[in-house]
């Protein structure tokens, strides 16, 4: 289910993005969470005092915390979970780093892609 949930929240995004809508713009950090809660929660139709209920907080924490750009980490896992989306998994996809591939791990599949190879002029593997 988070899944779909998933993929229809990039299909929504990008929708927004051909709107003209950018949180880079708007905002001084790269990725505002407030916003991102604020569309999925419109999306599943659900107002900040079901969010308050659900999370079982008060009201008042619950505009607070659509109001800031960023939250602390265990506030957003709660709200991951009441929501059924993983916005960790957004967030670190908006981060444009590529981690370097473990050398090791690189030369076990070039070996293993050769040993494959051996085995085929062998004629084990069809």
């Known amino acids: 289910m988070v ?3 998933l993929s229809q929240y990039q299909c ?6 051909q709107k003209g809508f950018n949180m880079r713009t708007k905002l001084k950090s790269p990725v505002a969470i407030n916003e991102l809660i604020a569309f999925e929660m419109k999306r ?6 079901d969010l308050a209920k659900k999370m079982q907080i008060n009201l008042n924490s619950v ?5 800031k750009p960023s939250m602390q ?6 709200i991951c979970e ?4 993983n916005f960790f998994k957004i967030l670190a996809d908006e981060i444009s780093i590529n981690n370097p591939v473990d050398p090791q791990i690189e030369q076990l599949q070039q070996e293993n892609k ?9 004629g084990g593997a069809k």
Not at 12 to 17: F, H, N, P
Request: charge should be positive; aromatic fraction near 6%; avoid cysteine.
């Open 114 to 122: 050769t040993l494959k190879e051996v085995i085929r002029l062998l």
């Open 44 to 49: 599943q139709g659900l107002s900040a005092p």
């Open 12 to 17: 929504d995004t990008i929708k927004l993005i």
């Open 82 to 85: 009441v929501l059924q989306l």
């Open 63 to 67: 505009y607070h915390m659509l109001k």
């Open 73 to 78: 980490i265990d506030r957003l896992w709660d």
């Open 3 to 5: 899944t779909l949930l």
